[in-house]
Nanobody, 128 residues
Framework: QVQLVESGGGLVQAGGSLRLSCAASGRAFSTYGMGWFRQAPGKEREFVAAATITWSGTGTSYADSVKDRFIISRDNAKNTVYLQMNSLKPEDTAIYYC???????????????????WGQGTQVTVSS
């Protein structure tokens, strides 16, 4: 079983920054596609960003709402994926989850149901 643990959430003011980390335990981290999702109360879980693996290599993908503000990165040597969040807005407030997809070249990396493993989430609150 793969265990994912998020950290780095907290309370920040609008315009501030946070860096989330997701530490993975288990084997073959480098072969997993890693994604960040978020869920606000009363809303469905939505895609934020992904660091994926395809036949052509590795790449990143972002939701339009966070593009140019958030950056996803991964360090395979540390089995960790990061989400750098800049210029935070109140609407970014949510629980943020990291997820792992064992076959990243198959399926839709933006769809939560495609991911097999999930962390328990870390709360990000942005005050105005």
């Amino acid at each position: 079983q793969v265990q994912l643990v998020e950290s780095g959430g907290g309370l920040v003011q609008a315009g501030g920054s946070l860096r989330l980390s997701c530490a993975a335990s288990g084997r073959a981290f480098s072969t997993y596609g890693m994604g960040w999702f978020r869920q606000a109360p009363g809303k469905e879980r939505e895609f934020v960003a992904a660091a994926t693996i395809t036949w052509s290599g590795t790449g990143t993908s972002y939701a339009d709402s966070v593009k140019d503000r958030f950056i996803i990165s991964r360090d395979n040597a540390k089995n960790t994926v990061y989400l750098q969040m800049n210029s935070l807005k109140p609407e970014d407030t949510a629980i943020y989850y990291c997820a792992a997809k064992s076959r990243p070249a198959i399926g839709n990396i933006k769809r939560p149901s495609e991911y097999e493993y999930w962390g328990q989430g870390t709360q990000v609150t942005v005050s105005s």
